[in-house]
C-alpha cells in the first residue's frame, strides 16, 4: 500500500521571506511604516511526499504512482512556461523533475518573464535549506512564479512547492483520482505537525491520524 501526503501551509506572512538586517536606512523605515498600514501579503507553501509502507520507503519517487503524481501535478500548471535553476526550460513539470537534480528547483511562470535574478542561487544542499534562500524565494513568488524545489527523501525525492497563491483547491483536484485501496492520500495542516513522528504518523498510528491530518476518500468534497 502506498502513503501520499499533502501538508500545506496557508496565510502565512510574506514578509517572513525578508532579510533581517537591524541596520535599515531611513527610506526601507518609512517604507516598512507604510507597509504595516496596509494589509499583510500572504503566500502557502505545499510538500509533497509519501511511503511505500509495507517496506517503509519514504519519497514520492517511491510510490507505484509516482509518474501519474508526476503528471496531475503538472496539469495544474497548463501553459505555463517551465525552467530549471540551471536555467533549461522544459515542454512538461515531469520532464523537468526528472532532469533536473535534488537541491535544484523548477520555476512555473504562466508568462515568458522569468524574474531576474540568478537562478542558480536558488539551489539547496545539506548546508542550505530553503529556510536559508528566503530573500530569494520572495523575488520568485512575488513576480506571480511559482518554485518547486525537488528535495531529498530517505529513499527518492520528494516536493516543495512555494505560491503567492493558494492553490490548494487545485492541488486537490489533481491527486484526488489516484485515490483506491491501494494509494490513500491524505491531506495534512502542517502547523499542526509538531514532530517528525507527527510526520510519519503512517508508520505507526495510520488507522488513527494524529489532529490536523484528513484522509482523503473518492466520497471527499471540498
Do not use: C
Request: glycine share 4%; net charge negative; hydrophobic share 35%.
Amino acid at each position: 500500500m502506498d502513503i501520499f501526503k499533502l501538508f500545506f501551509n496557508h496565510d502565512l506572512r510574506l514578509d517572513k521571506l525578508a532579510k533581517r538586517n537591524a541596520n535599515k536606512t531611513t527610506e526601507e523605515v518609512e517604507a516598512t511604516l507604510e507597509d504595516f498600514m496596509q494589509p499583510d501579503p500572504t503566500y502557502s507553501k505545499f510538500y509533497i511526499t509519501g511511503t511505500r509502507l509495507e517496506d517503509e520507503r519514504f519519497g514520492i519517487d517511491i510510490l507505484s504512482k509516482s509518474d501519474q503524481i508526476l503528471r496531475n501535478l503538472g496539469s495544474t500548471f497548463s501553459n505555463h512556461q517551465i525552467t530549471s535553476t540551471s536555467n533549461q526550460s522544459f515542454d512538461s513539470l515531469s520532464k523537468g523533475l526528472e532532469t533536473i537534480h535534488i537541491g535544484e528547483a523548477l520555476l512555473i511562470a504562466n508568462s515568458n518573464k522569468v524574474p531576474d535574478i540568478d537562478l542558480a542561487i536558488l539551489n539547496i544542499d545539506e548546508e542550505s535549506k530553503v529556510g536559508h534562500k528566503k530573500n530569494e524565494i520572495r523575488t520568485v513568488i512575488e513576480s506571480g512564479t511559482y518554485l518547486l524545489y525537488k528535495e531529498p527523501a530517505h529513499h527518492g525525492f520528494d516536493l516543495h512547492l512555494f505560491s503567492e497563491k493558494n492553490i490548494y483547491n487545485q492541488l486537490f483536484e489533481a491527486f484526488k483520482p489516484l485515490v483506491d485501496e491501494d494509494f490513500r492520500f491524505f491531506s495534512i495542516n502542517n502547523k499542526r505537525m509538531r514532530s517528525e513522528r507527527h510526520f510519519y504518523f503512517e508508520t505507526w498510528t495510520l488507522d488513527n491520524p494524529p489532529h490536523g491530518s484528513e484522509e482523503v476518500l473518492p466520497e471527499t468534497t471540498l
